[in-house]
């Protein structure tokens, strides 16, 4: 009885996945048009004949074609990264990463995207620093904090905290969003796996971020997790062990 559980397990998995991948592709395909839609459109106004576009226009144009030409390129970084991490390709560049001023840019790089959003980063005055990859880590950051605006249409507070907890550091990104009903927690940091709703069918996003942030955290040696209440909102907390290089030991570095 118990293998044909495992087997049944099994096949819901792979059923879950394949349906995962249909639905992927075809938002993949909507991701990858919406902006190309833009892009060609100002580049046609841009090139008729009769536009006759005063300089401030035309630079406004060139900025919308700008930014969504970053919004390609990063989803096409992303989908990179998942085939570099299955083939298990990523190296970490490691250094001493201080959480503080990595989080104040990586709000500051999402600032286009906050509408009613206010942020509260709230760190103890000694943090440890962690011995990562800083680029690595601030992609992370910015999936979480990316995905708490994007989840939080009415806006409210996104809080991230930071602790020390028996020589690992935690840090936490905590929302007042539409929430995640309980039975998607344990699929969310599938690859591919969105949760079905009016707002996920209008965001943007492949499902990818999630999936991206929980295999770079595990390749740090971290664990990243999710509590959530419908309406109420999400937190999403990772783990990382702050592991010092060995010089360093004795010399226990602070923010
Ligand atoms: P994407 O946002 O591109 O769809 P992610 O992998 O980042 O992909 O997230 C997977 C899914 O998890 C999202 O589609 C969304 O349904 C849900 N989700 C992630 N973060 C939040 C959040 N802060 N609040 C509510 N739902 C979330």
């Given at each position: 009885?118990?293998?044909?559980?495992?087997?049944?397990?099994d096949?819901?998995?792979?059923?879950?996945?394949?349906?995962?991948?249909?639905?992927?592709?075809s938002?993949?395909?909507?991701?990858?048009?919406?902006?190309?839609?833009?892009?060609?459109?100002?580049?046609?106004?841009?090139l008729?004949?009769?536009?006759n576009?005063?300089?401030?226009?035309?630079?406004?144009?060139?900025?919308?074609i700008?930014r969504?030409?970053?919004?390609?390129?990063?989803?096409?970084?992303?989908?990179?990264?998942?085939?570099?991490?299955?083939?298990?390709?990523?190296?970490?560049?490691?250094?001493?990463?201080?959480?503080?001023p990595?989080?104040?840019k990586?709000?500051?790089?999402?600032?286009?995207?906050?509408?009613?959003?206010?942020?509260?980063?709230?760190?103890?005055?000694?943090?440890?620093?962690?011995?990562?990859?800083?680029?690595?880590?601030?992609?992370?950051?910015?999936?979480?904090i990316?995905?708490?605006?994007?989840?939080?249409?009415?806006?409210?507070?996104?809080?991230?905290?930071?602790?020390?907890?028996?020589?690992?550091?935690?840090?936490?990104?905590?929302?007042?969003?539409?929430?995640?009903?309980?039975?998607?927690?344990?699929?969310?940091?599938?690859?591919?796996?969105?949760?079905?709703?009016?707002?996920?069918?209008?965001?943007?996003?492949?499902?990818?971020?999630?999936?991206i942030?929980?295999?770079?955290?595990?390749?740090?040696?971290?664990?990243?997790?999710?509590?959530?209440?419908?309406?109420k909102?999400?937190?999403?907390?990772?783990?990382?062990?702050?592991?010092l290089?060995?010089?360093?030991?004795?010399?226990h570095?602070?923010?």
């Open positions: 009885i118990i293998g044909a559980i495992a087997i049944f397990e096949v819901t998995k792979v059923h879950r996945l394949e349906q995962a991948k249909s639905d992927f592709l938002t993949l395909s909507h991701e990858i048009r919406t902006p190309l839609t833009s892009i060609k459109g100002y580049i046609s106004l841009l008729h004949p009769k536009g576009f005063d300089q401030p226009t035309k630079k406004e144009f060139l900025e919308t700008d969504q030409a970053d919004r390609l390129v990063r989803m096409i970084e992303d989908l990179l990264d998942v085939s570099r991490i299955e083939m298990g390709r990523i190296q970490l560049k490691r250094q001493l990463i201080k959480f503080k990595l989080i104040e990586v709000i500051v790089n999402l600032k286009p995207k906050v509408t009613a959003h206010s942020f509260r980063i709230n760190f103890p005055p000694k943090f440890p620093e962690v011995w990562g990859d800083p680029d690595r880590i601030e992609q992370v950051l910015t999936n979480l990316d995905n708490a605006i994007k989840y939080s249409p009415d806006g409210g507070v996104i809080e991230i905290l930071g602790k020390e907890v028996n020589g690992q550091v935690e840090i936490s990104v905590k929302d007042e969003g539409i929430g995640i009903p309980e039975k998607h927690l344990p699929y969310l940091f599938e690859k591919f796996h969105r949760v079905d709703t009016a707002l996920t069918r209008k965001t943007g996003g492949v499902g990818i971020g999630l999936f942030a929980k295999s770079l955290i595990e390749l740090h040696g971290g664990k990243i997790w999710c509590e959530s209440e419908v309406g909102g999400s937190k999403f907390t990772f783990i990382l062990p702050i592991s290089r060995k010089h360093e030991n004795t010399n570095k602070f923010l």
